[in-house]
């Protein structure tokens, strides 16, 4: 060992706090990072499962087209096909409505239901439910059931148990393929068969053999992936899935260059410390090539430690959070093990620190020695920032301004088709890094006006507040430092939470428009309902606020033909209130005016005011517009009129549909209203019932998981702004402890500097949650728009500030505990410190 | 310029300052050093007074424990007729900050608070205002006038101890302690503020304890105190440079 590198880790041993903090910027760093890589994966593989009907372990799909059900025993005689089993079903009558009964293995990786009671099917004849269909069709374990096949056929199945489907829609049945065949109408085919490779399912030429089975024959299936199939389907299932991805893509984008500007921010307050140290070494003769080296030895061993602990760590967190959750109630998949990112992540975290330590070596070569050893004590409190400094600040300031007008003068319109997502969203984060890089060089100049303003306040609390803010602002370079940290960490909740609300208000928006009430009963194509059957309906005393409607389809509102057009009456569906308007106000709408969708509105470009010539049939009827919603009119219409006008444009009194509530509320009070409805329509094959409940709640599910990914991501920012405020608070108390040791000596109580410390930290949480919110808001909203989801822009200020008061709090807190140590040292050992 | 034993003084009221019996002992068991080993000595109002010694002989120690910076083993600290032996930190925090100015080698400014701003913090610190009448006339005396708003890092080395001193001396204290106030000064500026320590004892009656390794230094006093081995060893009235090094010689050879 060399006897500079003996020297430095000597120093390392007299002082481990300063390389334990050192350190642990980048242990953090690589924690977030890694950690962020398992979250999308976690996120990925959750969203995939809860959207698509494939399980994960399937290889190859093979479906729309001749499958028959030799086909089955074919593919699975081939060589690399650990198991195959067919999605196929069958449609019968039962006396409690229609019945679904499909083909499931029951158990093993490619089974889609789990047994909750009961057993599940083996001989001929018998049936798995669902815990839906047990409540709303009356079929429990044990019974037995007659149905009607589609040919005509009556059989008697067994019930023999109760399985939880991934998507219970209420109707559902499942039993083995002999059982299903024998209700399907003869020689019918099989909708698809999934297939689980044996091995680790790469390379087999599996899907070539398959595909020589079915070779020549007229419709042939088509042959896809697993992964492919469950991409697809997930897709099918919510247009969102592309961009979701997107955005947690970007997410750990941004927390890379927030874990890199983590451990910038701390190893800058250790710079000054070490110049010193190293200049000395300089001046009694090391030469530059032997200390560099030294330097990159010592540091490659603390970020390959720090690396690794930070990679583990992340690895135990992230497979100890699903199952975690799932004793919640929350249903989360377990990360892989992403070898490769983890060696990135580890390799980062050592170049990032042997950049580090390196980088005060250069700057010690730079000056004179002496100079060096004798500015040290005084670095950090040059308020202003040079020239060079100042232009590459302005250059970046403006480089990132010129790509977010870019992204601004390119937003998609309405409803433009819209293929740029992803390189919008790439350009409004290269613009936030752009920025936040400007915010780097030119913050120490920033930090002034904001501490005079948030500072006011302070000043009227005495020398402690006036020190605490001349501390801040008499050391602007480090005061920035830590505000940037903060900046960050405010920055990313704000966006998250900023695009969170606009998600909340689309989905919500999409959830009222599409399920105004629990349940709709109504004819085919808007034809009347039977005289006399709402009146019974609102007889039933399981069903409360029944409301009859009008429904037409093919109305002309403007230019605009082939527009479905009701008369929903908005006092009497409470839930309607929660309609998101762009303008106007939906409770305006009287004889004379219309609400319009907002697509409706977009196709003449109307607004509140104008009006708007609404024709049905041939007649045609001039109207004020009274609002435009943020999306659809409610069931799916386009324009939503007052009653009188739709008699005006001669559509008879009698209502097409209507409306109602269970009088209950949850799964029971539901069920109970279901088999009213049904009762009552019995007998009449044309009427629909409809819960709209269960669509609901598909909305708001779907609603739960995007929460719970935007509930992990705020974690890890605060995360990454509360450690690294945490860390460079404590490395500022250190290496000031000779001035605290001077006010302790000049007359300042143990408490009173105790308080000025805290009080530093807290402004320091004030300015950056300032510089944070002003980035974050704007910089959210342009993401929001450019991501192309028609998201309304909302400010959840509420929110805001709680982050804002949080943030404060917990830096507030980080500063505690480095400030009662350095109130607790005695002064004498403070101000002997070198 | 007759050596005689330091008289035990502290409750006749001419001392300022004073220690009694003071013992402090740094460490525990085998690897225990007695820094102060049983020092008596008094230091009069109004005189500047230099306390010296080979390194090691505990006089650094000895003002930390009589400025109330550090507690004794054992003995008695008497500021103006108040022992602050057994005082909670938050007496010796008021003591420090009202009856007690300090000086360092180092300076010790606080490098974001300007000229002025350091001059006032002890009375900032203790809610009082300046006498502005007084804070002019140190100002002028010390010449920094021109400097108030300067920060420290613009200024001299000389000008920054001057600030320091200013500091030291605006509150008005029983006490300026200066500890090696010019080690860190050229000889040009270290005389300027060594004057400087002499004037304001003899115009203002201020009382200066001085810790000094430095002959010359300790010649600007009235009086020498010599310690060696935690012990008292003599003291010199109306000192010269060549009476304090000629003890100072004694001292060495005698060990």
């Known amino acids: 060992m060399s006897v500079l590198l003996r020297t430095q880790l000597a120093g390392v041993g007299r002082r481990p706090a300063r390389l334990l903090l050192t350190g642990l910027a980048v242990l953090v760093a690589s924690f977030v990072v890694y950690a962020t890589v398992l979250a999308q994966q976690i996120t990925e593989r959750s969203v995939l499962n809860g959207l698509s009907g494939t399980p994960e372990a399937t290889g190859v799909v093979v479906q729309n087209g001749d499958i028959r059900a030799a086909d089955l025993a074919a593919v699975t005689a081939l060589p690399g096909v650990a198991e195959a089993v067919t999605r196929t079903e069958a449609y019968v009558r039962t006396p409690g409505g229609e019945l679904i009964v499909a083909t499931d293995p029951g158990s093993g990786p490619l089974s889609t239901v789990t047994v909750s009671s009961g057993r599940y099917p083996q001989a001929p004849g018998e049936i798995a439910v669902t815990p839906r269909t047990v409540e709303r069709m009356d079929l429990r374990a044990g019974t037995t059931v007659t149905v009607t096949t589609e040919e005509g056929g009556t059989q008697t199945l067994t019930v023999v148990g109760v399985v939880q489907p991934l998507e219970d829609i209420g109707l559902l049945a499942y039993s083995g393929l002999g059982t299903v065949q024998k209700l399907s109408p003869a020689g019918a085919q099989l909708n698809r068969i999934d297939v689980r490779l044996a091995g680790d399912g790469t390379g087999s030429g599996v899907p070539q053999e398959i595909s020589k089975i079915f070779a020549g024959r007229e419709g042939a299936p088509e042959i896809a992936t697993g992964a492919e199939t469950r991409l697809s389907e997930a897709r099918a299932a919510a247009d969102e899935i592309d961009q979701l991805f997107l955005v947690v893509r970007v997410f750990v984008a941004i927390a890379v260059i927030a874990a890199g500007l983590i451990a910038a921010s701390t190893f800058r307050i250790v710079f000054a410390q070490r110049m010193r140290q190293l200049a000395l070494l300089r001046a009694v003769g090391a030469g530059r090539g032997a200390l560099a080296r030294a330097l990159a030895a010592e540091g490659a061993l603390t970020g390959l430690v720090a690396g690794l602990t930070g990679v583990l760590a992340a ?237 037409a389809g093919e109305a002309t509102v403007g230019s605009l033909t082939g527009s479905a057009v009701t008369d929903v009456p908005m006092a009497q569906v409470p839930r309607l209130a929660g309609l998101d308007t762009e303008s106007g106000s939906v409770t305006d709408l009287a004889p004379g005016k219309a609400v319009l969708s907002r697509i409706v509105a977009d196709v003449d470009g109307l607004d509140v005011g104008d009006r708007v010539t609404v024709g049905l049939g041939g007649r045609q009827i001039q109207l004020a517009v009274a609002a435009v919603l943020g999306g659809e009119a409610p069931l799916h219409t386009g324009v939503l009129l007052d009653p009188a006008d739709l008699t005006a444009l001669g559509l008879p009194a009698a209502p097409t549909g209507l409306l109602a509530d269970a009088a209950k509320s949850g799964e029971d009070g539901r069920t109970a209203a279901l088999r009213s409805l049904r009762s009552v329509t019995a007998g009449q094959p044309d009427l629909a019932v409809t819960v709209l409940a269960d669509q609901y709640d598909q909305i708001t599910d779907a609603l739960s998981v995007l929460l719970a990914v935007a509930l992990a991501l705020i974690g890890l920012t605060v995360l990454i702004a509360v450690v690294g405020v945490g860390a460079t608070t404590a490395l500022s108390v250190v290496e000031r402890s000779r001035e605290s040791g001077l006010l302790r000596a000049v007359g300042m109580s143990r408490s009173g500097l105790h308080t000025m410390l805290t009080t530093e930290s807290a402004l320091y949480g004030v300015i950056g949650a300032v510089l944070g919110v002003l980035l974050g808001v704007p910089y959210a909203w342009l993401a929001v728009s450019a991501i192309g989801l028609n998201a309304p822009l909302t400010l959840p200020g509420g929110q805001l500030l709680a982050v804002f008061v949080v943030l404060v709090a917990l830096t507030a807190l980080a500063g505690v505990l480095p400030a009662r140590r350095a109130a607790r040292v005695s002064p004498v050992a403070a101000l002997s410190t070198d | 310029m007759k050596r005689q034993s330091a008289p035990v003084t502290g409750r006749d009221g001419t001392a300022a300052v004073a220690a009694v019996d003071l013992v402090k002992v740094y460490g525990t068991g085998d690897t225990a050093v007695r820094a102060l080993d049983g020092v008596t000595v008094g230091f009069e109002r109004g005189r500047f007074t230099a306390i010296m010694g080979p390194s090691g002989s505990g006089k650094s120690t000895l003002m930390h424990c009589l400025a109330g910076l550090d507690t004794a083993t054992s003995g008695q600290v008497l500021l103006g007729g108040t022992d602050l032996t057994s005082q909670p930190d938050r007496v010796l925090t008021k003591a420090r900050r009202e009856r007690i100015g300090f000086v360092f080698q180092s300076f010790n400014l606080l490098p974001q608070l300007t000229a002025a701003a350091n001059i006032t913090l002890p009375l900032d610190l203790a809610g009082r205002k300046p006498d502005t009448v007084f804070l002019d006339r140190l100002i002028g005396t010390l010449g920094l006038a021109g400097r108030l708003g300067h920060l420290p890092s613009e200024l001299s080395g000389g000008q920054q101890q001057r600030v320091a001193l200013a500091r030291a001396l605006v509150s008005r204290p029983e006490v300026v302690f200066a500890d090696e106030p010019t080690g860190n000064l050229d000889s040009r500026s270290g005389a300027e503020v060594l004057a400087l320590l002499r004037d304001s004892a003899r115009d203002l009656g201020q009382t200066i304890v001085m810790v000094t390794h430095d002959p010359g230094a300790a010649a600007y006093a009235d009086r020498v105190v010599l310690l060696a081995d935690g012990r008292p060893a003599g003291e010199i009235h109306q000192p010269d440079i060549a009476s304090v090094a000629e003890a100072l010689q004694n001292l060495a050879a005698s060990r």
């Open chain 1, 315 to 551: 690895l135990a967190l992230g497979h100890l959070i699903p199952p975690a959750l799932s004793a919640a109630g929350i249903e989360l998949s377990s990360p892989g093990l992403p070898l490769t990112q983890a060696a990135l992540t580890v390799l980062l975290a050592v170049v990032i620190t042997v950049i580090a330590v390196l980088a005060p070596a250069f700057s010690a070569a730079r000056v004179a020695p002496l100079e060096a050893l004798r500015s040290a004590a005084a670095t950090g409190a040059k308020p202003g920032i040079g020239v060079l400094r100042t232009v590459t600040g302005l250059l970046f300031a403006a480089a990132a301004a010129g790509l977010a007008a870019l992204v601004w003068n390119n937003l998609p319109g309405p409803d433009e088709d819209y293929t740029m997502a992803e390189t919008m969203m790439l350009g409004v984060v290269a613009s936030g890094g752009l920025a936040f890089v400007a915010l780097i060089a030119l913050g120490p100049v920033l930090v002034r006006p904001v501490l005079a303003v948030a500072g006011w306040p302070l000043r009227r609390l005495g020398p402690v507040g006036r020190l605490a803010i001349g501390g801040v602002g008499g050391s602007t370079r480090r005061a920035a430092a830590v505000s940037v940290v903060v900046a960050l960490g405010v920055t990313l909740v704000t966006g998250v939470l900023v695009g969170g609300d606009s998600i909340r208000v689309l989905a919500n928006r999409e959830a009222v428009a599409a399920a105004p009430a629990d349940f709709e009963l109504r004819g085919p194509g808007g034809a009347a309902l039977p005289a006399g059957l709402a009146d019974t309906v609102r007889k039933n005393p399981d069903v409360t606020r029944v409301a009859t409607y009008r429904w």
